[in-house]
């Protein structure tokens, strides 16, 4: 996670774009559509998505049956719009939420979360300032080829927002040449050091 075992390879940046824009072009799944989720309280959800992380809500829908149940029983779906046009997007289902409890254990950054991309540095200033006065913990890690803060929502989604470097793209247009040799590497290494 981190720049420490990178070789820059001197990867031409001009035929590394052509390449990308080429295979991307190939794939049938152009985007994310939208993630979604359950939340304990669809106003809560809404204020720390939209005023304090600046997501515009995009749609609140009240649905008068619950799909699961089949039962007169109404819920809430939200979206809340990315930049490039995709949603997060929030399930009210009151009766679910207490059933299940527990949606996102207590665990690490690193378990379950949601990382999005943020235009510069000074998001990720900003946003910890508006978390610090929410009374929100934030964790900030600096992966030598992305910035990143992580935090968690009123439900107890993890969230990470994370900012490119100067390097991001020369870094990942490297890393996609030897991607299948680094997983062979690690898949070595991990029987070697976490035999079954």
């Not at 819920?75 to 409890?101: C, Q, T, V």
């Amino acid at each position: 996670m981190s720049l420490n075992n990178w070789t820059d390879s001197g990867i031409d940046l001009e035929k590394a774009r052509e390449i990308a824009k080429a295979r991307q072009q190939k794939n049938p799944v152009k985007m994310l559509h939208h993630h979604a989720y359950r939340c304990k309280n669809a106003e809560e959800t809404r204020h720390f998505y939209e005023d304090i992380l600046g997501l515009p809500m995009t749609a609140a829908l009240v649905e008068p049956v619950d799909p699961i149940t089949n039962e007169a029983i109404p819920y809430l779906h939200i979206y809340f719009e990315l930049g490039d046009g995709s949603w997060l997007a929030f399930f009210d289902y009151p009766n679910h939420y207490k059933r299940d409890a527990v949606q996102f254990p207590e665990t690490d950054p690193f378990a379950h979360h949601i990382a999005l991309e943020v235009n510069n540095p000074a998001v990720i200033d900003d946003t910890k300032k508006k978390l610090a006065a929410a009374g929100i913990a934030v964790m900030e890690l600096d992966h030598g080829y992305c910035k990143s803060i992580y935090f968690c929502d009123p439900n107890g989604l993890r969230v990470e927002f994370t900012t490119n470097v100067p390097v991001t793209e020369k870094f990942m247009s490297a890393a996609v040449v030897s991607a299948k040799a680094d997983i062979d590497r690690w898949m070595k290494m991990r029987s070697e050091q976490f035999p079954d």
